[in-house]
């Protein structure tokens, strides 16, 4: 099986926002909704913001290509407060 790398923000480019709406509406995360929420809700947002970047997985199914997974990528500080 293979698989295919594709940046969120390039999709959005070529095809618009509506189109990529339609795009990620097949996601489905029943484990965790929250994943789910984000690619559907946010993950533009956040790219078109430059907040983060998503790459979604993408693999072949029947003769289409099907979102098998996502992963977003921030450029963000953490602190951790030392607790001891």
Request: proline share 0%.
């Amino acid at each position: 099986m293979s698989y295919k790398i594709v940046n969120l923000k390039d999709i959005y480019n070529i095809f618009g926002e509506n189109k990529t709406k339609e795009i990620l509406k097949d996601y489905k995360c029943k484990l965790n909704l929250d994943v789910e929420y984000f690619l559907k809700e946010k993950a533009i947002e956040f790219s078109k913001q430059d907040i983060s970047r998503t790459f979604l997985v993408l693999s072949e199914y029947k003769g289409r290509n099907v979102i098998v997974g996502y992963f977003a990528i921030t450029n963000k500080a953490t602190t951790i407060k030392n607790l001891l």
